[in-house]
């Protein structure tokens, strides 16, 4: 069985934060989560992230959910073979191999992991390194090979010779080791270096010295193992995941306009000959279906759209639900627990809120829709409101099918209009309408003749 250690213990102080660096949002979600999805990708049957800066923050927002994901404490921040130490007591006895990352690498995917680790196992390594060859190594780990190119040691950018600095094959931070000699190597690991930390590199060298097996498997994409430590690098982070997301969708059939200015989260579904327009952001699981166009400015989190809905400029859209065929905006806004049915029309400067709306029904410009009930085939007029909160309880207006509603009406929940029920313009709604009826309730009009003449005349002689 295959596990996987993520080391998530540090302070992160270049981040300047509270939270723990490892929290801090991705492209939506917290740098740890992606590499815990990458590590489930790649096969890990359990998962145990190394926490200690930041306390119980971590297993409070992940979550050990019972199944694969679990949590260890290092107790003293006193280096990397120490934080893998404190994990091992948390892996189940069937576990054969583990897979060793870093928890602020968000870059980092399943089908590198994967490709890893198939290769320690087919070349037998009791420990394999994901190595890189860069011009600029800077502070990275050195890896140190002999004359016939076989990997003796690990040695940290500050412990380097000058010699050793000019390698610029450089340790990725990523480790696949057999359990049962990382159980026997942690405890060799000494601390004499110039930080006076347990570095777990050091087991390369404990390795070597065993005869055993080692191996630098070096990757030709370097960017997915980059580690985030600033906020600058954090928004770059976030910029080549939203790309990387662009990238998949357009080769799955998906248009997108301008992916430098399109923000898509990885868990994001879009159909099939969909087009996404520029400043679109797409969010928290959202399903978009085929055919879909999405002009610019909007912005749909956690919610779903049918096929062949079409979403005018700034649209927003928060656990909203929209049927196929469905037309929205511009700026229409769907809040929480709206359910819109197929072919619902919803126009400019809509607010829709925790209301289902059935097929083919209508509200085209400046309404408010809260808490209600509206059936098929309805038409509700502009600047009509349902008036839902009396100040202490919310209540329900339902519309059955084929009501229409003039424009400037209010709505006084509770309150139901029946079947095919007629509203006249400026009403306002106290009691429940029967079906196939007209209420209206204006006051009678009244034209005063020449009195506008009259008026004018007075204001004039002052």
């Not at 019972?66 to 576990?95: H, I, M, S, Y």
């Not at 509200?363 to 098929?376: E, F, K, P, Q, R």
Request: charged share 20%.
């Amino acid at each position: 069985m295959l596990s996987a250690i993520i080391l998530a213990a540090g302070k992160g102080t270049r981040m300047k934060s509270e939270l723990p660096k490892v929290l801090h949002p991705v492209a939506g979600k917290a740098m740890v989560a992606h590499v815990i999805d990458a590590a489930r990708g790649a096969g890990a049957a359990q998962i145990v992230v190394v926490y200690g800066h930041g306390g119980e923050l971590l297993p409070e927002r992940l979550g050990a959910d019972g199944t694969d994901l679990t949590f260890a404490r290092q107790e003293v921040l006193n280096g990397t073979a120490k934080a893998v130490e404190a994990a091992l007591p948390a892996l189940r006895g069937e576990c054969r191999d583990v897979l060793i990352l870093c928890g602020d690498t968000p870059l980092v995917d399943q089908e590198l992991l994967r490709e890893f680790f198939e290769q320690h196992r087919q070349q037998g390594s009791v420990v394999s390194i994901l190595s890189a060859q860069i011009d600029q190594p800077g502070s990275y780990g050195r890896i140190v090979r002999d004359g016939q190119g076989r990997v003796i040691a690990i040695v940290e950018a500050r412990d380097a010779t000058v010699g050793q600095r000019a390698i610029n094959e450089v340790n990725s931070g990523i480790y696949a080791v057999q359990r049962s000699f990382l159980a026997e190597a942690l405890p060799a690991v000494g601390s004499d270096n110039a930080q006076g930390e347990y570095y777990l590199p050091d087991i390369v060298s404990i390795a070597v010295a065993r005869g055993l097996p080692v191996e630098a498997l070096v990757t030709g994409d370097f960017t997915k193992t980059l580690g985030v430590n600033s906020r600058a690098e954090l928004a770059q982070a976030g910029q080549l995941l939203y790309e990387r997301t662009c990238r998949r969708l357009m080769d799955e059939g998906v248009s997108i306009l301008d992916p430098r200015s399109t923000y898509i989260e990885t868990d994001v579904q879009v159909g099939v000959d969909t087009v996404i327009y520029p400043n679109v952001y797409l969010e928290k699981g959202t399903r978009v279906g085929r055919n879909c166009l999405i002009r610019q400015g909007c912005t749909l989190i956690a919610s779903s759209l049918g096929d062949g809905c079409t979403l005018k400029d700034g649209c927003y859209l928060e656990e909203a639900s929209v049927g196929a065929h469905s037309s929205l905006g511009p700026y229409a806004h769907l809040r929480p627990q709206s359910v819109l049915a197929e072919e619902v029309k919803i126009g400019n400067f809509v607010e829709i809120k925790k209301a289902t709306v059935g097929a083919r029904s209508k509200a085209s410009h400046l309404t408010y829709i809260g808490d209600a009930t509206v059936g098929c085939d309805v038409n509700i007029g502009c600047g009509t409101i349902t008036c839902n909160y009396d100040g202490f309880d919310k209540h329900v207006t339902v519309l059955e099918d084929g009501v229409f509603v003039g424009s400037d009406t209010q709505l006084v929940a509770p309150v139901r209009v029946g079947r095919n029920a007629m509203v006249a313009a400026g009403t306002t709604v106290t009691r429940d309408v029967p079906a196939e009826s007209l209420v209206i309730s204006r006051n009678e009009q009244k034209v005063v003749e020449g009195w506008a003449t009259r008026f004018r005349r007075q204001k004039q002689k002052k």
